[in-house]
């Protein structure tokens, strides 16, 4: 029986293009590609565009990312840099090297 592999679904809320939330993306790709490669959905949401979606993961502070699934939902604010945080934050169990 094969392992069922969870699907992270992770939402990146962020306001154009600005030099802290291009960091957070950068950071939030690499961190799912050494951890979670092929387990995970990033979704952008830039509030430039569509500031009504900041009600309903109650965002106040951007960047912030999300996690959806699994649950509990997590959130993170910041760019992202810190990758020991990010991992503890959304409960990611580093790849070990």
């Not at 939330?21 to 690499?30: D, G």
């Not at 500031?51 to 109650?58: C, F, I, K, T």
């Not at 509990?72 to 409960?91: A, F, H, M, W």
Request: proline share 6%; glycine share 6%.
């Amino acid at each position: 029986m094969a392992k069922l592999e969870k699907t992270w679904e992770l939402r990146l809320y962020v306001a154009g293009k600005t030099p802290k939330s291009v960091a957070a993306l950068k950071n939030l790709r690499k961190y799912c590609e050494t951890h979670l490669k092929g387990m995970y959905r990033i979704e952008v949401i830039d509030l430039l565009e569509k500031p009504q979606l900041a009600e309903g993961d109650q965002i106040f502070a951007i960047p912030t990312l999300v996690r959806k699934v699994p649950e509990p939902i997590r959130k993170i604010i910041g760019d992202l840099s810190n990758e020991e945080k990010v991992l503890v934050g959304l409960n990611i169990r580093p790849v070990k090297v």
